[in-house]
């Protein structure tokens, strides 16, 4: 489900953990489950929890994350769970805006504390910033033109060769 990173300073203590959540690909299989069983099945959190294979509280966080971010509507009544909008108009990047993968530092996290007083330490930071920023922006642009449709339809057409409904 997630991975904890511990980063270190150079007397071993722990200065910084982060986690790798799999938020985005847990949202994006909640979006295509929705899709693909909302004919057959009423869809509830309990019902895709089973089918993403995690706790519903944390299928019922990404949940909360999606409908704020105007992609999915829930209702109590028959229906369930349904998409707000079309499979075209939600993009990889609502996705990853709506359940919050990254925060205002954006994708990549720069160490604290490089050394002042070391050539590299004090001037690293100008050399990488402009960069990785770039990276984001190539990776986010690149998010702006998938949309849950294609993943969707392939996921319908693996569904189909493995034979089953």
Known sequence: M?????????????IKTMQITSKFTIAVH?????????????????????SVGANPVIVRNVMGCLK??????????????????SLDDITFYDVYKAVDCINEEGLFHFHENPNADCPVGR???KA????????????????????LAGVVADTRREIIGEGTK
């Open 68 to 85: 704020e971010g105007g992609i999915i509507e829930t209702s109590q009544g028959r229906s369930g769970i349904t998409l707000a909008k």
């Open 123 to 125: 001037n690293i930071h």
């Open 2 to 14: 997630s991975a904890w990173i511990h980063i270190h300073n150079a007397e071993g203590r722990e």
């Open 30 to 50: 909640i979006i295509t489950a929705v899709d693909y069983f909302q004919d057959s099945e009423k869809v509830t959190s309990n019902f895709l929890a089973g």
């Open 128 to 147: 990488m910033d402009d960069r990785l920023r770039k990276v984001q922006m190539a990776m986010e642009d690149e998010m702006k033109q998938i949309t």
